[in-house]
């Protein structure tokens, strides 16, 4: 299988690990400065609200050149936006918190956003015919089993203090720049048209597609459901039993779908 493949499939991995650990952190965390399920839940919705942007974002990609530089930065981004996390974690007050939480939350969801545009680019671009199906079909289950264990590792990183937690967490996502710099990638050439045009003839086809309207509304009332289920698991281990997280990513571990 093609070697730069192997790579956007190992910062895959590292990426869907470190956001859904940080998905469950972020619950908890909010859950025990406010005390208010509502706004331990719109932590979660910071972080899920930018893929209502997704279409455009793809546009945007498929007219780069510099991919690589891009998932790069965007990878950095996503690491140096926890720092002002963890320095409002430990001095306070609450209300930084709250506010640095969904800062990050929904810088997280956008800078994955862009690179789950630039790895679906990559990987047309790596695999020939005949290696497609069995690389996605490899691909899907590195991304399956890497949020698995971002479920289960949450209850642990926690138990070791929130600032710790959310270092780990910092160094998990600096470390999925290592093999996007190993990736290479040559400058890709655009496609023709603006993205100004590509975004209306994506707005035009899903409009007069039902099917397609269908599978977005079914996706965000899927997505809906899972968070719903996420912070009242969370409200539950937290505020109910007083359990320590560890129960609560067992609880979510058990439910995720496969």
Excluded: C
Aim: charged content about 15%; proline content about 4%.
């Amino acid at each position: 299988m093609n070697r730069n493949f192997k790579l956007v499939t190992i910062e895959m991995g590292v990426s869907r690990f470190g956001t859904s650990a940080f998905d469950l952190m972020v619950m908890w965390i909010l859950l025990h400065y406010t005390g208010s399920a509502f706004l331990a839940g719109l932590g979660d919705g910071m972080l899920s609200l930018p893929l209502l942007l997704s279409f455009i974002v793809g546009a945007i990609v498929d007219k780069l050149r510099r991919r690589k530089l891009i998932a790069e930065a965007a990878a950095g981004v996503r690491s140096i936006a926890l720092i002002p996390m963890i320095m409002a974690v430990m001095r306070g007050p609450e209300i930084l918190v709250v506010a640095s939480s969904y800062v990050v939350a929904f810088l997280l969801g956008m800078t994955s956003d862009i690179l789950n545009s630039i790895r679906t680019t990559w990987s047309k671009e790596f695999l020939g015919e005949d290696e497609y199906k069995s690389g996605s079909g490899s691909y899907n289950a590195v991304g399956s089993l890497a949020e698995a264990i971002g479920f289960a590792v949450p209850g642990l990183l926690l138990g070791i203090g929130y600032s710790l937690a959310i270092l780990s967490l910092l160094m998990v996502f600096l470390s999925s720049i290592i093999p996007l710099a190993l990736i290479k990638a040559k400058p890709s050439i655009s496609s023709e048209g603006g993205v100004s045009s590509s975004i209306r003839e994506g707005l035009v086809f899903i409009k007069g597609n039902a099917f397609m309207l269908q599978f977005i509304v079914i996706s965000l009332a899927a997505n809906l459901v899972f968070g719903m289920s996420g912070i009242l698991f969370t409200d539950l281990v937290e505020e109910e039993f007083k359990l320590p997280p560890i129960y609560m990513s067992m609880l979510l571990l058990t439910s995720s779908p496969p």
